[in-house]
């Protein structure tokens, strides 16, 4: 969907209806606002007027956004309709359980209006490398997808059609399976179809029965002393009692997948935006209030409860809690969810782009930067970007082969800086291309400045017009005079710790004597002796190193990235081994928990390394250490359980 449109279509293509939904606009995450239902598509509705058929099929307010408020239905009016908007074309999209007849008629039905009509296909719910086989239900994809969006991961969904299904997602939002079995219609008329004398139960005498059992609150008996009642029970008292079963698997399964095997961890995670802390197991389909009912803890008493020495209800109902919630148009959430997950991708790709053009806007750019008053040149050579930094940082190597990270503001000052004064040992060579290379450079930082970044004023080269005196041979010399620390910003004087003397007189800055190479254009200004103070090296890159006893690790802190791209600081608690491997539990400085096998721990503790200047127990100790008075250790923000963060693995139920 494009941002600028006001509404989009769904269908789902049922065994008995057809499910309508209108949906807003991106504006309001295309949610759906509006429900329908008809029955299937004949063919006799595609024979005659697709216009009279197509406003049959639509509810006022989707007519009146089709043909026009007050209008008569026809091609011309919905032409003029679609002029109107600022996407005159309707999208609707369709998922079909049924054969291709429903399609193809939809197809006609909607030719007669500005329209587009794309079918869905499991791979725009779920992956491959997120659970899904080849032929499972994209129906049952669709509303497994729904439930996380609505209440997050895990998820367990049963829907109740013309064949039951229930389907789950682990905590991590990576399907784990479920199953399929007749519905209830289904079994009824089974017994009715291979028996004799049973009468015919119709869906709306089972509602009736249903109601009657949960107003007398006296639930239907497990040993019934008559026919109705023994078919009531026989196939309301399986659903429920097999459904405890499944349900009390799934909460064991998720409650203890902190210890996570190999195999399961090859999964790519859906990374749901939501957490499902409240395990809310939801219901859909035609039969799905019923099911609702049967579903919750006392199973709404339309059958008995089963003992509580049994090993079902009291083990869930008792030392397990969830929440069944019946929602009627669950899979239209899912289309909605899927929607806006190709939305993202397609931001993602923009974001690529404008990525990939800074990238051939900076990298292999030539740089000047400024240690203790001597100019050393570089080279652009990456741009670092993550979402725990305020804005990208560039990687700059330089001729001595040292390197460091600068901002964009401070590149700014090193690009001009290049392009002020060139190679500090002189532009040797082709001209034109030294020409080419400083406007480059000049280039890329009127760029950095029209991007709205804080940009410091750099001061013009001062000219060579001092002069000194060679103390042994009283001698006078030219000397050429290079920018020193006051020439440039402060800001990018930060690759070595030391600094000019600020207690030198402030009439005149001292004058450095430097070896230039020699100019055909200036000969007569090379100084006589030089010597060149060798700027300290400050790159450092950390070696992971494997400990003998896994228990050395204890104590020792990591950094992880989450799926909301902010880094968490944690501490390294507890060992312990398994069949599967080692593991290692994490404490995070905002009171989570998950466990590390042995590729987790090389990867959190080299991260650390790498940012561990942003931790702030890292920079409390730091700071201490330097015996800095009335210093307290930091406070750690708790941040809301209800945000993005979401690890692969807890120990302990949320």
């Known amino acids: 969907p494009k941002p600028e449109e006001e509404h989009i279509a769904s269908i789902v293509c049922g065994n008995s209806h057809l499910h309508w939904a209108f949906h807003s606009g991106l504006g309001d995450e295309l949610a759906p606002a509006l429900f329908w239902r008809t029955p299937p598509l004949e063919e006799a509705d595609v024979q005659g007027s697709m216009v009279d058929a197509l406003s049959r099929h639509l509810p006022q307010f989707a007519h009146d956004f089709m043909f026009g408020p007050s209008e008569e239905p026809s091609t011309k009016a919905a032409e003029k309709a679609a002029s109107q908007r600022a996407v005159p074309v309707l999208r609707v999209y369709l998922i079909s359980t049924t054969n291709g007849d429903q399609l193809d008629r939809l197809q006609r039905l909607w030719s007669c209006v500005p329209s587009k009509l794309w079918k869905l296909s499991g791979e725009d719910f779920f992956s491959k490398a997120q659970g899904r086989y080849d032929t499972m239900g994209v129906d049952r994809l669709a509303c497994l997808r729904g439930a996380l969006d609505l209440h997050g991961a895990p998820a367990l969904v049963f829907d109740g059609g013309t064949a039951t299904t229930y389907t789950a997602s682990d905590a991590s939002g990576n399907i784990m399976g479920g199953g399929i079995g007749p519905g209830l219609a289904a079994k009824f008329n089974a017994m009715v179809d291979t028996t004799s ?4 139960l119709s869906p709306y005498a089972i509602e009736a029965a249903c109601t009657r059992v949960v107003a007398s609150k006296s639930p239907l008996s497990t040993f019934a002393d008559n026919t109705e009642d023994a078919m009531l029970v026989g196939v309301l008292g399986e659903f429920a009692y097999k459904s405890r079963t499944i349900i009390h698997q799934w909460l064991s399964k998720t409650k203890t997948a902190s210890k996570t095997k190999a195999a399961d961890k090859k999964k790519k995670d859906m990374k749901p935006n939501k957490v499902n802390n409240e395990r809310i197991i939801l219901v859909t389909g035609g039969d799905g209030e ?8 006392d199973h709404s008493k339309i059958v008995e409860m089963e003992p509580k020495g049994s090993p079902t209800g009291p083990r869930v109902s008792d030392a397990w809690s969830y929440k069944v919630m019946h929602t009627k148009h669950l899979i239209h959430y899912g289309i909605k969810a899927a929607l806006l997950a190709q939305v993202g991708l397609h931001s993602q790709r923009e974001v690529s ?4 053009k800074d990238n051939n806007l900076f990298m292999g750019l030539r740089v000047v930067k400024m240690f203790d008053g001597e100019p050393y040149s570089g080279t652009v050579t990456s741009i670092v970007r993550a979402d725990d930094i305020e804005e990208e ?4 190597h330089y001729d001595d082969d040292d390197s460091d990270q600068n901002t964009p503001s401070e590149l700014y000052e090193l ?3 290049y392009y002020q004064k060139g190679e500090p040992g002189g532009d040797k060579g082709n001209a034109d291309q030294h020409k080419k290379k400083r406007e480059a450079s000049k280039a890329a930082a009127e760029e950095l400045k029209k991007r709205g970044y804080d940009v410091p004023a750099v001061a013009a080269p001062k000219k060579a017009t001092e002069k000194t005196m060679n103390s042994s041979t009283s001698t006078a010399a030219a000397v050429v005079s290079v920018a020193t620390a006051d020439s440039v910003s402060p800001k990018i ?10 207690t030198a007189a402030p009439t005149v800055p001292p004058i450095k004597t430097v070896d230039v190479p020699k100019r055909p254009a200036a000969a007569a200004n090379l100084p006589t002796s030089a010597t060149k103070a060798k700027k300290s090296k400050t790159k450092k890159v950390y070696v992971f190193q494997k400990k003998a006893n896994p228990r050395d690790y204890l104590k020792d802190r990591v950094a992880k990235v989450f799926d909301d791209r902010q880094t968490y600081f944690g501490t390294i608690m507890e060992y312990s081994s398994h069949e ?3 593991l290692w539990s994490i404490v995070y400085d905002d009171g989570d928990t998950e466990d590390y096998d042995e590729n987790d721990i090389k990867e959190s503790i080299t991260l650390y390394e790498q940012r561990k200047k942003n931790d702030p127990e890292y920079k409390f100790h730091s700071q201490a250490a330097t015996r800095l008075p009335q210093m307290t250790p930091p406070q750690v923000p708790k941040k809301n359980n209800a945000g993005s963060k979401s690890k692969k693995s807890t120990k302990t139920a949320d």
């Open 197 to 200: 004398d049973l009468p015919q």
């Open 493 to 502: 004087q930060t690759k070595t710790k030391s600094l000019p003397d600020k």
């Open 415 to 417: 690009l001009m800086l």
């Open 393 to 396: 940082l560039f990687d700059i």
């Open 353 to 356: 782009t404008q990525q990939e």
């Open 290 to 297: 019923i099911y609702s009912k049967l579903l919750e803890p």
């Open 580 to 582: 599967d491997g080692s």
